[in-house]
């Protein structure tokens, strides 16, 4: 038969267990608002950088009359700021 001793070290290292899983749960959900955040920023830096390039250069296009030359660059050029900017973002956090 367990003495009361082995009884009370088993209950402490079972609280500490739950408390400990406890709060990692708490915080893997605190933290999923700001994932979101960071992967809304990222998506925006990427496509407003694609959607600069693609309008400077159809806006360039129509004026130059060479559709879809500059069109077609602009929006290479657009996606390469847009990834450097990404990439800038997420070395900041």
Do not use: C
Request: glycine residues 10%; without cysteine; negative net charge.
């Amino acid at each position: 038969m367990p003495q009361s001793d082995d009884l009370d070290t088993l209950q402490r290292k079972i609280d500490k267990a739950k408390t400990h899983t406890g709060s990692r749960n708490n915080d893997a959900s605190d933290e999923a608002p700001v994932n979101l955040g960071y992967a809304m920023r990222f998506t925006v830096e990427l496509l407003s950088g694609i959607a600069a390039g693609g309008a400077l250069g159809y806006f360039l296009d129509r004026w130059l009359h060479t559709f879809p030359w500059i069109f077609i660059l602009g929006f290479f050029i657009g996606a390469g700021a847009g990834f450097r900017n990404l990439v800038k973002e997420a070395n900041k956090e």
